[in-house]
């Protein structure tokens, strides 16, 4: 069964930093797709950003383009969310995905096209 841990999550002023971390306990795949979701209190989970096996395709969701940037380090099977210019309605528990692909260079945005999850880190941003 294939685990994803996430690391980074914190309490950070508004227009402060976090750097979100992945790690999957094994390889969902020969080549797999990444990304973030968040879920804050009473919503229903989002879409944050995603990244392809090659990691030269990325794709956000508009309300973090410009202030979000996924990577991923395949030799070390780690995969980053650098968070800058953090706003409080950026308050979510945080989750890491993961699904096996053969499109190198294709990314997911849907939810449903993940079939594993990490438990989630916790990001609250005080105003």
């Known amino acids: 069964q294939v685990q994803l841990v996430e690391s980074g999550g914190g309490l950070v002023q508004a227009g402060g930093s976090l750097r979100l971390s992945c790690a999957p306990s094994?390889?969902?795949?020969?080549?797999?797709?990444m990304a973030w979701f968040r879920q804050a209190p009473g919503k229903e989970r989002d879409f944050v950003a995603a990244?392809?096996?090659?990691?030269?395709?990325?794709y956000y969701a508009d309300y973090v383009k410009g202030r979000f940037t996924i990577s991923r380090d395949n030799a070390k099977n780690l995969v980053s969310v650098q968070m800058n210019r953090l706003k409080p309605e950026d308050t979510a528990v945080y989750y890491c995905a993961a699904r096996s692909v053969l499109n190198f260079d294709r990314v997911y945005g849907l939810a449903s096209s993940y079939p594993y999850w990490g438990q989630g880190t916790q990001v609250t941003v005080s105003s």
């Open positions: 990244i392809s096996w090659s990691g030269d395709s990325s």
């Open positions: 094994e390889r969902p795949g020969r080549t797999y797709g």
